[in-house]
């Protein structure tokens, strides 16, 4: 049981991305995927999840219209894009397996992005 | 939105101690919706405890969560030196989660 996550990211601003996290090891369970920052030396954010039955979606209101969380259940596999990259998108993303909202007990590596002219 | 406040922001301890970790809400939370993470330096973070008591899977039980309402505390007995670290506590309201800025644990 596990997630794995899309590899380190360099981008300019202004650019587009498009990250990943594979759902492997999971039976047909309802849980959902989350979202979760995690800025340099600093703590933890939540972004937003998904759904994994529906593809229905909840963003927080700090990053509602910034990002956007997609699902392809074909391949167990959730995204989280950027239309256009900012220097302070800078940060480490985890994706985690949430517990409706009460927790987030599996969660990736992290994919690092780093956004620099 | 939910505001979590947790004290310490730092801890020293010695390995052997009682650690003892606070989490507090602007609002009454549900004791359902707060969960305690251990993150390690360059390491995804990890559950620790859920519905503000339950010990997660593989959870030692030198872990241990209470509180209700809008006080919340983790304590770890017996310290080891793979417990220093740091520590957020993890709230759900108002249709988002927020996370306390965190405690870093460390060695005396």
């Known amino acids: 049981v596990q997630l794995v996550q899309s590899g380190a990211e360099v981008k300019k601003p202004g650019e587009s991305l498009r990250i990943s996290c594979k759902a492997s090891g999971y039976s047909s369970v309802n849980y959902w995927i989350g979202w979760v920052r995690q800025m340099p030396g600093k703590g933890l954010e939540w972004m937003g999840r998904i759904d994994r039955s529906d593809s229905y979606t909840t963003y927080s209101p700090s990053f509602q219209g910034h990002v956007s969380i997609s699902l392809d259940k074909s391949i167990s596999t959730a995204y989280l894009q950027w239309s256009s990259l900012k220097a302070s998108d800078t940060a480490m993303y985890y994706c985690?397996?949430?517990?409706?909202?009460?927790?987030?007990?599996?969660w990736g590596k992290g994919t690092a992005v780093t956004v620099s002219s | 939105e939910i505001v979590l406040t947790q004290s310490p922001g730092t801890l020293s301890l010695s390995p052997g101690q009682r650690a003892t970790l606070s989490c507090r809400a602007s609002q009454t939370l549900s004791s359902s919706y707060l969960a305690w993470y251990q993150q390690k330096p360059g390491q995804a973070p990890r559950l620790l405890i859920y519905g503000a008591s339950i010990r997660a899977t593989g959870i030692p039980d030198k872990f241990s969560g209470s509180g209700s309402g809008t006080d919340f505390t983790l304590t770890i007995s017996r310290l080891e030196p793979e417990d220093f670290a740091f520590y957020y506590c993890q709230q759900y309201g108002y249709s988002s989660i927020t996370f306390g800025q965190g405690t870093r644990l460390e060695i005396k």
């Open positions: 985690t397996r949430q517990i409706d909202y009460y927790y987030m007990d599996i």
